[in-house]
């Protein structure tokens, strides 16, 4: 009987360092990628100074509780074009249902997860108490609505409201 006789390589430490440094050079080439990818797909924050915004909330609060008190009924409508823009038109009546004339109007369609793409929105009054605006290259899926309406330099009105466009 013959015996099969099996040879293996001794493990040396050159072969041990080659692996080891494979190893790290994997790990740290993943990391490198991830991290990149992370960041290139970031959109920021949502307020540069957190603490900044906790003060300016009280005026927040402050500005619709006036806001409430003056018991304007603002409507807006956005609707989508076909060219894939978006009209937007706001009605604005005080609480008496007289129409709310020199306002100046503004707005944004934000989008909920990526800041990159909001759109700036100027309107322009069309009429008494009727403003008017478009936004181009307004893409599909879920905005949020911002509209304010300054009197005089100071803003009176702030909405926000979550719209989805198709």
């Given at each position: 009987?013959?015996?099969?006789?099996t040879?293996?390589?001794p493990?040396t430490?050159?072969f041990v360092?080659i692996v080891?440094?494979a190893?790290?050079?994997?790990?740290?080439g993943?990391?490198?990628v991830?991290?990149?990818l992370?960041i290139s797909?970031?959109p920021?924050?949502?307020?540069d100074?957190?603490?900044?915004?906790?003060?300016?909330?009280q005026?927040?609060i402050?500005?619709a509780?006036?806001?409430?008190?003056?018991?304007?009924k603002?409507d807006?409508?956005?609707?989508?074009?076909?060219?894939g823009a978006?009209?937007?038109?706001v009605?604005?009546?005080?609480r008496d249902?007289q129409?709310?004339?020199?306002l100046?109007f503004?707005?944004?369609?934000?989008?909920p997860?990526?800041q990159r793409?909001?759109k700036?929105i100027?309107?322009?009054?069309l009429?008494k108490?009727?403003?008017?605006?478009?936004a181009?290259?307004?893409?599909?899926g879920?905005?949020?609505?911002?509209?304010?309406?300054?009197?005089q330099?100071?803003r009176v009105f702030?909405?926000?409201?979550?719209?989805?466009?198709?």
């Amino acid at each position: 009987m013959t015996e099969a006789r099996t040879t293996q390589k001794p493990l040396t430490g050159r072969f041990v360092l080659i692996v080891t440094l494979a190893f790290f050079a994997v790990v740290i080439g993943v990391n490198i990628v991830m991290m990149r990818l992370a960041i290139s797909t970031l959109p920021g924050t949502e307020v540069d100074s957190a603490y900044k915004a906790s003060l300016a909330y009280q005026g927040e609060i402050n500005a619709a509780h006036d806001q409430d008190a003056r018991s304007w009924k603002v409507d807006a409508r956005i609707e989508r074009r076909p060219d894939g823009a978006a009209a937007l038109r706001v009605e604005a009546h005080d609480r008496d249902g007289q129409p709310l004339t020199g306002l100046a109007f503004s707005g944004r369609l934000e989008r909920p997860a990526d800041q990159r793409q909001d759109k700036l929105i100027a309107f322009a009054e069309l009429d008494k108490g009727e403003y008017g605006a478009s936004a181009t290259d307004v893409a599909p899926g879920q905005w949020e609505l911002v509209i304010e309406g300054d009197l005089q330099g100071k803003r009176v009105f702030l909405s926000r409201n979550r719209v989805v466009l198709n």
